[in-house]
């Protein structure tokens, strides 16, 4: 105690300058002249400067609060940070359903796929839509890369879906280059199969694959995969074709039921010839 | 043998009193090309030569803060209370308790006149031309430096005084 009252005598005149110069600076800080602004900032970066240049200090009393504060915050900010990565593929998914839903002419009920089965010859999914929204069996299932299947059955809150992974699954199908017909069915494995095509048509690996105007379920026009394997056995009539679906099925979160129908004239008509 | 600390408290604050006033009203009659002499900072300088370095501080500070106080400067609270606080404590350096009376009626007053305006008008400037486009320099040269002359040239009136007064 003594020292320090040694000190402050001895250095009495340069603290009595440094109170002056505060006291004056604090009643600068305190004008609203446009000079004063440039003074605070100045002011301000030079205890900034000296905060950093004595940041190395650690304060010992704080550091365990300060650590469980921040260890709480790194556990929110976690979390919030998968939240938001959910909300943005979500967004991703959803802004390229809205683009297929604007340019197309069909109506569309969106559903979220809320159950699937994908390990079986009969796979399906399961949608959260129902007859309540409009929805009906055999109406096409859809996303904007391309068809799904189509809906089986339904309660009034929601629909089971046959995707083209089913063993049941049958579509009129058009190779869009080569405008051949075809009929596509799975056999097993992630791809499809284009049944009935002779030799002599043209198909070649990388054609589109739409779905037919003669499909009474289906509108024509849907994307529904690419050639990705051609073949012909000696001695068979027809080609061995393999198309690649263009929705990856094992993924799918959102799809669209098209709200769309069998014309039932047409269906009776056909009928009535076949018989 | 001097007078008793708290008669020469209440002359150097009813003095100090009597210039911020005539600083305010008269100087500028004394006006030169836009250029007035500081005859505060003169005052302080005395003082500060009379008593030693923390009294010139002390004064420095309270003449600038009752000028400022009294809206007599620009709109900056503060500012006259630093420039005149340095100045203040600059000519306190230049005291000299054995030398109180040649310094005061000799040439040294007059270079610490200079000396102690010089730093005032410095740190006048630096501050109040912030965030300006005028640079700092160029106005001490422009105002700060002939202020300084100037309020130098009104020292030697009351260094002749007291020299004729003390010294003769």
């Known amino acids: 105690m003594r020292r320090l009252v040694d000190i402050v005598l001895l250095f009495k005149e340069y603290l009595l300058l440094i109170f002056y110069v505060l006291i004056s600076l604090l009643l600068l800080a305190l004008n609203d002249a446009p000079q004063i602004r440039t003074i605070r900032s100045l002011t301000l970066a030079t205890i900034g400067a000296v905060e950093s240049a004595f940041g190395f200090i650690p304060n010992y009393f704080e550091l365990r609060s300060e650590n469980t504060i921040l260890r709480e915050q790194n556990l929110s900010l976690s979390e919030e940070l998968i939240r938001l990565r959910e909300a943005k593929l979500e967004n991703d998914r959803l802004r390229q359903l809205l683009a297929l839903k604007e340019r197309s002419p069909f109506t569309y009920v969106a559903a979220t796929v809320v159950g699937k089965t994908m390990h079986l010859l009969q796979n399906t999914i399961t949608l959260d839509v129902g007859e309540g929204d409009g929805v009906r069996p055999n109406m096409p299932i859809v996303t904007e890369g391309g068809l799904v299947g189509r809906v089986l059955s339904t309660s009034s809150r929601y629909a089971i879906g046959q995707i083209l992974w ?40 990388g054609d589109l694959v739409i779905t037919s105007e003669y499909s009474t379920i289906y509108p024509s026009g849907i994307k529904i995969g690419i050639v990705s394997k051609t073949s012909q056995t000696p001695g068979a009539l027809f080609q061995t074709i393999e198309v690649a679906p263009s929705v990856d099925l094992s993924r799918i979160e959102q799809v669209f039921v098209i709200m769309h129908t069998a014309d039932s004239a047409r269906v009776a008509l056909e009928q009535k010839h076949t018989k | 043998m001097r007078k008793p600390v708290a008669r020469r408290i209440s002359f150097y604050v009813i003095l100090s009193l009597i210039l911020v006033v005539v600083d305010s009203t008269l100087v500028k009659f004394l006006s030169l090309a836009g250029i007035v002499p500081d005859i505060l900072v003169v005052w302080i300088v005395y003082i500060a030569i009379r008593e030693g370095q923390i009294a010139g501080t002390t004064a420095g500070f309270f003449i600038g803060l009752v000028m400022n106080l009294m809206g007599m400067t620009e709109s900056m609270l503060g500012l006259a209370a630093l420039a005149k606080t340095v100045a203040g404590f600059t000519a306190g350096y230049f005291y000299n308790e054995n030398k109180t009376y040649n310094t005061l009626g000799g040439y040294q007053f007059i270079v610490i006149v200079a000396v102690a305006s010089f730093v005032h008008n410095v740190f006048y400037f630096i501050i109040f031309l912030q965030g300006s486009d005028l640079g700092w320099t160029r106005s001490v040269l422009a105002y700060g430096i002939p202020t300084t002359a100037y309020t130098a040239a009104i020292a030697l009136l009351p260094m002749f005084a007291f020299a004729r007064k003390y010294l003769s």
């Open chain 1, 166 to 205: 089913n063993k049941d699954f049958r579509a009129s199908a058009k190779v869009e280059r080569g405008r051949v017909d075809a009929i596509l069915q799975w056999e097993g494995g992630e791809h499809l199969s284009l049944k009935n095509v002779a030799k002599t048509q043209d198909v070649l690996i």
